[in-house]
């Protein structure tokens, strides 16, 4: 296999599927010592060639695609433009959660089979992701023998896969990033008011963070309607309009709105795990008021 966008990404699947026992033949990325940095961290004896030097690149059975977004259909572009080497049976992946194999169609014209294999991971460096590719969901599509490869892939590194239509994949991406982004960006909301209360920004992700595992751990066994907790989940209206107040004396629309939006869903989890119908009007009215929009 060969890499090309030896990132963050490119260099965890190298190190994961190094350690399974596929032959890591290069890695490529814009700059040669990125290139060589690598190799060394993914732990195997390939090729480290810069983007530059991309005609150098050894035919394999597998080529993982793990540059930018934006830069993946550039990339696959040059790759298929490239006269080295037989084609035929060969697979191509890309690893975007939001761009379907479709982006690889210059090299399907050249024979290659094209498919988008995207880990549900959040991959920082090369070392520590790769242990968590180990255990990620993918979510696979594209063409037949592609979707097998990927599914193949998966399972030697010991995660699972599963489909979504190509069509879907920016809606699936934008999943993914509400279930992950947002949730970081969520964190800092929370932690930025913790701190507006006097604790220092350090301490309040601190202590913070049992209150976000614990609600981990209610999700992972219950669905969200039975893991929702709190004001919301009893119905408190008058401990919303307390919030609200608070909210608009920070100072800070962005807190107030956030609050205001999620609210709603909360609001339509407390009514499926049977809140008090009235109760939950009347927070829908608070939530209305804030947001500047008339009830319905
Ligand atoms: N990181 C994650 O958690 C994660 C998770 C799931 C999916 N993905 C997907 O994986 C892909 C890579 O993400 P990443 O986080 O690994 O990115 P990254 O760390 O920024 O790495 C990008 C790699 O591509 C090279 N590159 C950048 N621009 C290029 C261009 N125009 N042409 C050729 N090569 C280029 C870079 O070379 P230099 O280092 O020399 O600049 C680097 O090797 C993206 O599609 C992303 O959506 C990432």
Known sequence: MAVVGAGRLGTALARALAACGYEVRALVARRAGHARRAVELAGVKALALPFARLEELPPSELLFITTPDDSVAGVAERIAALRNGRVRGRVALHTSGALSSEVLAPLRARGFRVGSMHPLASVSDGVAGAESLRRAFYCVEGDGAAVAAARRVVRDLGGESFSVRAEDKALYHAAALMAAGHTVALF??????LARCGLAPQRARHVLLPLVGSTLE???RTPPERALTGTFA???AETVRKHLVALR????????????????????LAARAGADAGRLKEIARLLAEALGIAEE
Do not use: H
Request: proline share 3%; glycine share 16%; hydrophobic share 40%.
């Open 249 to 268: 004396g920070a100072g800070e629309p962005e807190s107030l709105l956030t609050y205001a939006l999620l609210g709603g869903r909360s609001l339509r």
């Open 218 to 220: 209610n999700l992972s």
């Open 234 to 236: 009893r119905g408190d």
């Open 188 to 193: 800092d909301i929370a932690a930025e008011l």
